[in-house]
Nanobody
Framework: QVQLVESGGGLVQAGGSLRLSCAAS????????MGWFRQAPGKEREFVAA????????YYVDSVKGRFTISRDNAKNTVYLQMNSLKPEDTAVYYC???????????????????WGKGTLVTVSS
């Protein structure tokens, strides 16, 4: 079992930045591919970014490429999502998730992930 707790959400103006963190506990953090997903009001949850177990490989959905950066610190059991140049359409609850399978440079679906956090709300005002 892996427990995931997100933090760092909040209210920010368009063009601003936020850094989300996700702290993991339980099983060995470095054994898991980590991902960030988000769910905007009235919409289905969507994939945002993923990072390999070592942190050397990453993959992003097109809408956040060049603006968001996923990273991890295996010594701290934490994965991060640095979000820059935020837009109102980035408003959502952001979830981190863990996958025990091998990293794929591809879009991740909800059912690919084994464990989920409860989410943190990001609101971007125009």
């Amino acid at each position: 079992q892996v427990q995931l707790v997100e933090s760092g959400g909040g209210l920010v103006q368009a063009g601003g930045s936020l850094r989300l963190s996700c702290a993991a506990s339980g099983r060995t953090f470095s054994n898991y591919v980590m991902g960030w997903f988000r769910q905007a009001p009235g919409k289905e949850r969507e994939f945002v970014a993923a990072i390999s177990r070592s942190g050397r490989s990453t993959y992003y959905v097109d809408s956040v490429k060049g603006r968001f950066t996923i990273s991890r610190d295996n010594a701290k059991n934490t994965v991060y999502l640095q979000m820059n140049s935020l837009k109102p359409e980035d408003t959502a609850v952001y979830y981190c998730a863990a996958d025990s399978a091998t990293f794929r440079a591809a879009y991740y679906r909800d059912y690919d992930m084994d464990y989920w956090g409860k989410g943190t709300l990001v609101t971007v005002s125009s």
